[in-house]
């Protein structure tokens, strides 16, 4: 298992802001790395894979970067439906830790 | 359209067992099959999963020693028995799948809505 540290736990923000949410792996994971957004009562959703690559479902405005150790969440001009809580998630055959989350509040 | 379908929430007593079923709707038990828990206001914690071509799960270190994932490939269903359940345990259960494409095993993409499990005397 590779634990995750990701960060901040809470970001506060307003509509129209652009904020970024940070994932640091323990060790080297290369590019595999994903991104889920949760709301309340429901199961997460994915928003990003290999880092960087957008699901059919993620707007436009969610943007994934880095490799190894360091990675990040971007969103530009947030909207009133990204108000949740964001999970970075290591994965590969044998695990697929989660960070602790971040959550995204008015 | 692939659904999974978790059975119903459930109470238990300190020190028993608790078995949560997950059955693929709508296509065939043919990737793998993941555990994942939340305690209420808390963050995502990973279980185990199982993959469909191999018999022996996967278990995070935390569950190794009293969490048994199995499936039954003519129901396509999964199921995940916690045992030795203490309060610490009550959480929402989900299983989610995830694809395998050659030697790479991907995130989850489809999720259940859940399983509520209490533990409680």
């Known amino acids: 298992d590779v634990p995750m540290t990701q960060s901040p736990s809470t970001l506060s923000a307003s509509v129209g802001d652009s904020v970024t949410i940070s994932c640091r792996a323990s060790?080297?994971?290369?590019?595999?790395l994903a991104w889920y957004q949760q709301k309340p009562g429901k199961p997460p959703k994915l928003l990003i894979y290999?880092?960087?690559t957008l699901t059919n479902e993620a707007p436009s405005r969610f943007s994934g970067s880095g490799s190894g150790t360091e990675f990040t969440l971007s969103i530009s001009s947030l909207q009133p439906d990204d108000f949740a809580t964001y999970f970075c998630?290591?994965?590969?055959?044998?695990?697929?830790?989660f960070g602790q989350g971040t959550k995204v509040e008015i | 359209q692939v659904q999974l379908v978790q059975s119903g929430a459930e109470v238990k007593k300190p020190g028993s067992s608790v078995k949560v079923s997950c059955r693929v709707s709508g296509g065939t038990f043919s990737d793998g099959i993941g555990w994942v828990r939340q305690a209420p206001g808390q963050g995502l914690e990973w279980m185990g999963g199982?993959?469909?071509?191999?018999?022996?799960?996967n278990m995070g270190q935390k569950f190794e020693s009293r969490l048994s994932i199995t499936a039954d490939k003519s129901t396509s269903t999964v199921y995940m028995e916690l045992s030795s359940l203490r309060s610490e345990d009550t959480a929402v259960y989900f299983c989610?799948?995830?694809?395998?494409?050659?030697?790479?095993?991907?995130?989850?993409?489809?999720w259940g809505l859940g399983t509520m499990v209490t533990v409680s005397s």
């Open positions: 060790q080297d994971i290369s590019k595999w």
């Open positions: 998630q290591h994965y590969n055959s044998y695990s697929k830790m």
């Open positions: 199982l993959m469909a071509m191999f018999e022996e799960p």
């Open positions: 290999e880092a960087s």
């Open positions: 989610a799948r995830f694809r395998v494409t050659g030697a790479v095993s991907h995130p989850f993409d489809i």
